[in-house]
C-alpha cells in the first residue's frame, strides 16, 4: 500500500503562484510514477503532469506548460509548482501514484493505482 497526502491549495488571485505537494508513505519503493490530475465542478477529471519516481521524463498538460512545473524533491514528495494561475485552473488537485510499468497513456487516470484526498485550488479572477 501507498498512502499519499496533498498539501499547499489554497485561494488566490489571478497571476498568483501556489505550490502543491504529495507526499508518499508506505511501499514507497514501488512507486514507478507519480502524477497530478484534476476535477474542475461539473468536469471530468483531468490529467495535469507526471514524473518518473526517480524525477525525470516530467509530462505536462499542454494548457500548463510554461506556467506549472513537477518536480520530486529529496525527500518522498513530488511538488506542482503553478505559476500565473487562472480561473479556469480552479478545481480539486490529487496526486496519483503507479507501481507498474505499463504501456497505457500517462493521462490516463486508471491506469494510476493509489490517489490522495485531494487539495483545493481556486483562483479568483
Known amino acids: 500500500q501507498v498512502q499519499l497526502v496533498e498539501s499547499g491549495g489554497g485561494l488566490v488571485q489571478a497571476g498568483g503562484s501556489l505550490r502543491l505537494s504529495c507526499a508518499a508513505s508506505?511501499?514507497?519503493?514501488?512507486?514507478?510514477?507519480m502524477g497530478w490530475f484534476r476535477r474542475a465542478p461539473g468536469k471530468e477529471r483531468e490529467f495535469v503532469g507526471t514524473?518518473?519516481?526517480?524525477?525525470?521524463?516530467p509530462v505536462l498538460l499542454d494548457s500548463v506548460k510554461g506556467r506549472f512545473t513537477i518536480s520530486r524533491d529529496n525527500e518522498d514528495t513530488v511538488n506542482l509548482q503553478m505559476n500565473s494561475l487562472k480561473p479556469e485552473d480552479t478545481a480539486l488537485y490529487y496526486c496519483?501514484?503507479?507501481?507498474?510499468?505499463?504501456?497505457?497513456?500517462?493521462?490516463?487516470?486508471?491506469?494510476?493505482?493509489?490517489w490522495g484526498q485531494g487539495t483545493q485550488v481556486t483562483v479568483s479572477s
Open positions: 496519483a501514484v503507479r507501481t507498474a510499468v505499463t504501456d497505457a497513456a500517462l493521462v490516463d487516470p486508471f491506469s494510476y493505482d493509489y
Open positions: 508506505g511501499r514507497t519503493f514501488s512507486i514507478y510514477r
Open positions: 514524473i518518473t519516481w526517480s524525477g525525470g521524463n
